[in-house]
C-alpha cells in the first residue's frame, strides 16, 4: 500500500524558516512529479511548488524567491525549504506525489500544520 507521508510543520514567527519533507513509504516506487499545496481556512486548495523527475521546478508567484523544492530521488522524498515565512503563510500543507506502480496516480499525504505568528 502506498502512503505518503509529510513532516516538518509547526509554529514559526514571521521571518523565521521551516522545512517540510515528503516521504513515499517504499523506496522501491518510482516517483514521477512531486508538488507541495496548501489550503488555509476557508480557501481552496493551491499549488505552492512542482519538481519534475528531471529537476524542473515551478513555484506560486507568492512564494518565488522565499521557498525552494528540492527532492532526493535515491530516498523518493522531497523537501521544501520555507524562507522568510509570512502570516499569509499559514496553512495545511500538503504532498502529492506521482507515482508508478503498476499504473501511474497521484497520492496525497495527510497533511501538516504550518502556522506563522506576526
Known amino acids: 500500500q502506498v502512503q505518503v507521508v509529510e513532516s516538518g510543520g509547526g509554529l514559526v514567527q514571521a521571518g523565521g524558516s521551516l522545512r517540510l519533507s515528503c516521504a513515499a513509504s517504499e523506496t522501491t516506487f518510482r516517483v514521477n512529479e512531486v508538488g507541495w499545496y496548501r489550503q488555509a481556512p476557508g480557501k481552496q486548495r493551491e499549488m505552492v511548488a512542482t519538481?519534475?523527475?528531471?529537476?524542473?521546478?515551478n513555484y506560486a508567484d507568492s512564494v518565488k524567491g522565499r521557498f525552494t523544492i528540492t527532492r532526493d530521488s535515491a530516498k523518493n522524498t522531497v523537501y521544501l525549504q520555507m524562507n522568510s515565512l509570512k502570516p499569509e503563510d499559514t496553512a495545511v500543507y500538503y504532498c502529492?506525489?506521482?507515482?508508478?506502480?503498476?499504473?501511474?496516480?497521484?497520492?496525497w499525504g495527510q497533511g501538516t500544520q504550518v502556522t506563522v505568528s506576526s
Open positions: 519538481i519534475s523527475t528531471g529537476g524542473t521546478t
Open positions: 502529492n506525489m506521482v507515482i508508478t506502480i503498476w499504473g501511474t496516480k497521484g497520492y
